[in-house]
Every structure is written in C-alpha cells, then in structure tokens.
C-alpha cells in the first residue's frame, strides 16, 4: 500500500521560515519523481518544487529563491525547506510522487498523493 504522509505545517508570520517534510512507502521511492504541489482556495494547483530520480530540481517562478527541496532516499522522505514566507504562500502543500523519475515538471498524471499540510503565513 502505498503512503504518502506531509507534516510539519503550521502557521507564521511574513518572513518567516517552515520545513515540511513527506514520508513515503510502499514505493521504490529512489527512482520515483517527488514533488511539492500547493492548492489554496479559488486558486489552480501549482507545482512548487520537482525532484528527479538524479536530484535534478526545478523550483516554480514564485518560490525560487525562498524554497529548497531536497530527498533522502535512504529515509524515503522528501523535505522542502521555506524561508522569506510571503501571505502569499499561504496554501496546502502536498507532495506527490510519479514512478518515471525524470523530466517531473513536465508531468501532470501523479499516481500518488498525500494528505497534505496547511501552511499559513500572516502579514
């Protein structure tokens, strides 16, 4: 059975900094595209941070910059690291997984998602 599971979450003020984290099983998770995805209300899901199976990274125009992803495949976990938080940012942020590992910012047909993490930032 495959799990995906966010946390870390949670609210702060504007420049503030928060670290999300996803743990993954059921997946040979080192070849797996993993990714961090944000959806707020009235808003389209945005794809915020990719990671290939080679570590390759892609971050969205919106977040480079402020935003780090980064996996531990020994771990099956995925982290992203948020600094300089904007009200903006303001979202749930899930990570979701794809079993081909490359070229993740192109993809749109995740298999696996998690529950995902509020995240809050107030001005």
């Known amino acids: 059975q495959v799990q995906l599971v966010e946390s870390g979450g949670g609210s702060v003020q504007a420049g503030g900094s928060l670290r999300l984290s996803c743990a993954a099983s059921g997946i040979t998770y080192f070849s797996y595209c993993m990714v961090w995805f944000r959806q707020s209300p009235g808003k389209e899901r945005e794809g915020v941070a990719f990671i290939d199976s080679y570590g390759s990274i892609t971050y969205a125009d919106s977040v480079k910059g402020r935003f780090t992803i980064s996996r531990d495949n020994a771990k099956n976990t995925l982290d992203l690291q948020m600094t300089s938080l904007k009200p903006e940012d303001t979202a749930m942020y899930s990570c979701?997984?794809?079993?081909?590992?490359?070229?993740?910012?192109?993809?749109?047909?995740?298999?696996?998602w998690g529950q995902g993490t509020q995240v809050t930032v107030s001005s």
């Open positions: 979701a997984a794809h079993p081909w590992g490359l070229f993740c910012s192109e993809r749109t047909d995740f298999n696996y």
